[in-house]
């Protein structure tokens, strides 16, 4: 059974293997970004601190991107999915972030939420294909492959330090702070 904290957020095994101590503190940041972008209205959503242009419904969009870059793009060599797949990025290499003040927070979350779900799915497809050392099928040009391991790790990266830019925004948002 999955402890979680007084924020909602599921606490990473203390003595676990490999596999499920990577996959909860993904889970942890994942869940993190959810109690630091939960609750705010578009406005909210909207905010920017100082002379930064990143926002948190901003950051919903990009990790919804992210997630699937990463796990189906890469991992699998899937094409892209809606919306990304009818994306210019050569106009806007940006456009997730910059199309997010179009979007409810509702249909943020819900982007976001969907391709965390997916994600889960090709991470256990990728799983029992090879576990941890499954190489990514789509590699980089130079031809080198990251391995399933290297991607969750470079995943828990990606929320970590994209929950540091949520902190200070949710703190100017309503001043809700916390780890």
Do not use: C
């Not at 003595?15 to 994942?30: H, K, N």
């Not at 991992?75 to 050569?90: E, F, I, Q, R, Y």
């Not at 969750?152 to 929320?159: P, Q, T």
């Amino acid at each position: 059974m999955t402890h979680l904290d007084e924020y909602g957020r599921p606490e990473p095994p203390l003595a676990a293997d490999e596999l499920t101590t990577l996959l909860g503190f993904l889970d942890y940041q994942r869940a993190t970004l959810d109690w630091k972008s939960r609750g705010l209205d578009a406005a909210g959503l909207r905010a920017m601190v100082g002379a930064s242009s990143i926002t948190l419904g901003g950051m919903l969009k990009h990790l919804a991107w992210v997630e699937d870059y990463w796990f189906s793009r890469r991992l699998h060599g899937n094409d892209p999915a809606s919306p990304w797949d009818t994306v210019d990025w050569t106009a806007d290499s940006d456009w997730e972030w910059n199309s997010a003040a179009e979007n409810t927070p509702e249909q943020l979350h819900a982007l976001w939420q969907e391709a965390m779900t997916r994600s889960h799915k090709m991470v256990a497809e990728a799983l029992a294909e090879g576990g941890l050392s499954a190489l990514a099928r789509q590699p980089w040009p130079n031809g080198e492959a990251p391995s399933l391991r290297w991607i969750v790790v470079h995943m828990i990266e990606e929320y970590a330090r994209h929950n540091g830019h949520a902190d200070l925004i949710r703190e100017s948002v309503d001043g809700q702070t916390g780890e």
